[in-house]
């Protein structure tokens, strides 16, 4: 399901490689209602390839601030040194090199014999970049690239972007004379004509090579969505190709970050979404993608699927794994055991896609149960199977199992909950219209869990 990692855990910026039979994850680590992005460790997750819903964390593996259990991997510490967005490749000798973003100070590279770390600084990044172009040695968002012949490339940027080659012999030595600068446009240029800020970069580089191409994933321009550019070679020119995924069409959007990755043949999209009704606290997920013969990567949409191919509607389902979000409800963590749809008014959409509801039945109904927390308003949640309405589930004042026998039906379908309520419309002439203009406005219930039962 989607999220993929267990959902107390807030991973974002997620860098996925696959090293020997396990696919690991890298990203930044997020805490529920922090009021900043990413916080002072870095964590890494693992699962074997041919098992991808088994994931083990591996605990911290870079540490820019002292906690209760280690010191401090680095040691020129400023007021905020957050880490954001690494990323880990193999060199040439076969260790792992994490490539740190350091957020107000300079960042560095570790090493580790183990792809699960922990990670053992080796050195701040050693450059002549100009500083104004590398942000004083931030280089915010590494992505690199180990190439085939054994050449190293850091790709890296924030409203601007720019790569160097490292020398594959320390890791963490920029090469002077590589950098190149812009290798995406940041800005629309008479030669180019851009009038799609798709193609624009604003953040997130992540490098990958596919089939001797050359692909750069990267976010645009305030944009919630991934895109992406190719070329046949590191050092670019690279061409806009399309995007990859919007996690604002039925979400409420936020930055994204992520990157592509093969695993037992099929190609998947990791990226993020947001929580707790902020743009803070991001949960990793994923998708299936298709690279075409051409190179192209058709656009997909965002579901509660993981690397499922279907959810199964006659297990419990949290509410919290909804790929759709229409309107006032967002995905809060109440505390580590739960997390719920809260904020729901009349008028909202909350969707999941997609259940497999199989190909036999023996009756026309099923029913349909809820756990909610009722907020002292009555309201109804309409349930939908793609476009039909298969049922009306009343919901009350109180926390409550509410149950309703709702139409049975097969296949595969999205599962919709559209949210109503019976208050007077404000405005008419019913004596008692200033009641919904009250309830309009307000908090209903929120969604813990659901069930279909035969």
Same mark, same amino acid.
């Given at each position: 399901?989607n999220?993929?990692?267990?959902?107390?855990?807030?991973?974002?910026?997620?860098?996925?490689r696959? $090293?020997g039979d396990?696919?690991?994850i890298? @990203?930044?680590h997020?805490?529920?209602?922090?009021?900043a992005?990413?916080d002072?460790?870095?964590?890494c997750? !693992? *699962?074997?390839?041919?098992?991808?819903n088994?994931?083990?964390?591996?605990?911290?593996?870079?540490?820019? &601030?002292?906690?209760?259990?280690?010191?401090s991997?680095?040691?020129?510490?400023?007021?905020?040194?957050?880490?954001?967005?690494?990323? %880990?490749?193999?060199?040439?000798?076969?260790?792992?090199?994490?490539?740190?973003?350091?957020?107000n100070?300079?960042?560095?590279v570790?090493? !580790?014999?183990?792809?699960?770390?922990?990670?053992?600084?080796?050195?701040?990044y050693?450059y002549?970049?100009?500083?104004?172009?590398?942000?004083?040695?931030?280089?915010i968002?590494?992505? /690199?690239l180990?190439?085939d012949?054994?050449?190293?490339?850091?790709?890296c940027?924030?409203?601007?972007?720019?790569?160097a080659?490292?020398?594959s012999?320390n890791?963490y030595? /920029?090469?002077?004379g590589?950098?190149?600068? +812009?290798?995406?446009p940041?800005?629309?240029?008479?030669? @180019?004509?851009?009038?799609?800020?798709?193609?624009?970069?604003?953040?997130?580089c992540?490098?990958?090579?596919? +089939?001797?191409?050359y692909?750069?994933?990267? !976010?645009?321009?305030?944009?919630? =969505?991934?895109?992406? &550019?190719?070329?046949?070679?590191?050092?670019?020119?690279?061409?806009?190709?399309?995007?990859?995924?919007?996690?604002?069409?039925?979400?409420?959007?936020? +930055?994204?970050?992520?990157?592509?990755?093969?695993?037992n043949?099929?190609w998947?999209?990791?990226?993020h979404?947001?929580?707790?009704g902020?743009?803070?606290?991001?949960?990793?997920?994923v998708?299936k993608i298709?690279?075409?013969?051409?190179?192209?990567?058709?656009? /997909?949409?965002?579901?509660?699927?993981?690397?499922?191919?279907?959810?199964?509607?006659?297990?419990i389902?949290?509410?919290?794994?909804?790929? %759709?979000?229409?309107?006032?409800?967002?995905?809060t963590?109440? +505390?580590?055991?739960?997390?719920v749809?809260?904020?729901? =008014?009349?008028?909202?959409?909350?969707?999941?896609?997609?259940?497999?509801?199989?190909?036999?039945f023996?009756?026309?109904?099923?029913?349909?149960?809820?756990?909610?927390?009722?907020? @002292?308003?009555? !309201?109804?949640?309409?349930?939908?199977?793609?476009?039909?309405?298969?049922?009306?589930?009343?919901?009350?004042?109180?926390?409550?199992v /509410?149950e309703?026998?709702?139409?049975?039906?097969?296949?595969r379908?999205?599962?919709?909950?559209k949210?109503?309520?019976?208050?007077?419309v404000?405005g008419?002439?019913?004596?008692?219209?200033?009641?919904?203009?009250?309830?309009?406005?307000?908090?209903l $219930?929120?969604? *813990?869990e659901?069930?279909f039962?035969?």
């Amino acid at each position: 399901m989607n999220p993929y990692l267990p959902n107390w855990e807030y991973i974002p910026d997620g860098e996925p490689r696959v $090293f020997g039979d396990r696919v690991y994850i890298y @990203g930044s680590h997020d805490s529920a209602g922090n009021s900043a992005f990413c916080d002072y460790v870095l964590k890494c997750w !693992s *699962a074997p390839v041919n098992d991808l819903n088994n994931w083990v964390c591996h605990g911290d593996i870079f540490h820019t &601030a002292d906690d209760r259990d280690h010191k401090s991997d680095i040691s020129w510490n400023n007021e905020q040194t957050r880490l954001f967005a690494p990323d %880990v490749v193999q060199g040439k000798d076969g260790k792992y090199y994490l490539y740190a973003y350091i957020v107000n100070a300079k960042g560095c590279v570790a090493v !580790s014999d183990r792809p699960e770390g922990p990670f053992k600084l080796i050195s701040q990044y050693k450059y002549t970049i100009p500083d104004d172009v590398c942000c004083n040695g931030w280089f915010i968002d590494p992505g /690199v690239l180990v190439d085939d012949d054994g050449r190293t490339y850091i790709y890296c940027g924030f409203e601007h972007s720019f790569l160097a080659e490292i020398n594959s012999d320390n890791m963490y030595e /920029v090469i002077d004379g590589t950098c190149i600068e +812009n290798f995406i446009p940041n800005e629309i240029t008479s030669e @180019g004509g851009f009038d799609d800020k798709d193609k624009l970069f604003f953040e997130a580089c992540s490098p990958r090579k596919v +089939n001797g191409t050359y692909y750069m994933i990267y !976010s645009p321009q305030r944009s919630p =969505r991934l895109a992406y &550019a190719t070329s046949d070679s590191p050092t670019g020119p690279y061409t806009y190709r399309g995007y990859i995924i919007d996690n604002g069409v039925d979400d409420h959007g936020g +930055n994204d970050h992520g990157s592509i990755c093969c695993i037992n043949g099929q190609w998947y999209i990791f990226y993020h979404r947001m929580t707790n009704g902020t743009i803070m606290s991001r949960r990793g997920c994923v998708e299936k993608i298709e690279i075409l013969p051409d190179g192209t990567i058709p656009p /997909v949409e965002m579901t509660s699927l993981g690397f499922q191919d279907s959810l199964d509607p006659y297990k419990i389902t949290p509410a919290d794994i909804a790929c %759709v979000l229409r309107g006032h409800g967002f995905i809060t963590q109440k +505390n580590t055991f739960e997390r719920v749809i809260t904020g729901i =008014r009349a008028g909202d959409v909350f969707g999941y896609k997609y259940f497999d509801f199989g190909d036999d039945f023996s009756s026309r109904t099923m029913l349909f149960t809820a756990r909610v927390h009722g907020l @002292g308003c009555d !309201s109804k949640m309409h349930i939908f199977a793609d476009d039909e309405e298969i049922g009306v589930c009343s919901i009350g004042q109180g926390d409550a199992v /509410v149950e309703v026998p709702v139409k049975a039906v097969t296949g595969r379908h999205a599962v919709y909950f559209k949210i109503t309520t019976d208050y007077p419309v404000e405005g008419s002439d019913d004596p008692n219209a200033w009641m919904g203009g009250y309830f309009k406005n307000r908090d209903l $219930f929120e969604l *813990a869990e659901f069930t279909f039962m035969k």
